[in-house]
């Protein structure tokens, strides 16, 4: 079993950063492939960023393409997802979340264990 725990959301200005962190724990996630995904009020949850076991391959939905940055320290058992000019749009709880996998995937149904959330609030 694996525990995923977010951090870093907050509330933000219109062009503004944060920097979100997911700590796992219970077993390694060295092999996993890990994705971030967000869920905003009324809206269905979306694929924003995953990234392979190694972090040699990242993916990204387009309308974070050239702001968000995910990575990843094995050392650490951590993933983040650094996110630069936020957007009110990109309003949302964001959930990390671990695939039993070396390989990446878009999809939600990929992924075996998911993070409780962490609320990302962009003002204008």
């Known amino acids: 079993q694996v525990q995923l725990v977010e951090s870093g959301g907050g509330l933000v200005q219109a062009g503004g950063s944060l920097r979100l962190s997911c700590a796992a724990s219970?077993?390694?996630?060295?092999?996993?492939?890990m994705g971030w995904f967000r869920q905003a009020p009324g809206k269905e949850r979306e694929f924003v960023a995953a990234?392979?076991?190694?972090?040699?391959?990242?993916q990204y939905t387009d309308s974070v393409k050239d702001r968000f940055t995910i990575s990843r320290d094995n050392a650490k058992n951590t993933v983040y997802l650094q996110m630069n000019s936020l957007k009110p749009e990109d309003t949302a709880v964001y959930y990390c979340?671990?695939?039993?996998?070396?390989?990446?995937?878009?999809?939600?149904?990929?992924?075996?264990?998911w993070g409780q959330g962490t609320q990302v609030t962009v003002s204008s």
């Open positions: 979340a671990a695939r039993t996998s070396h390989r990446i995937r878009l999809t939600a149904n990929g992924y075996a264990y």
């Open positions: 219970g077993r390694t996630i060295s092999d996993y492939a």
């Open positions: 990234i392979n076991w190694s972090g040699a391959t990242t």
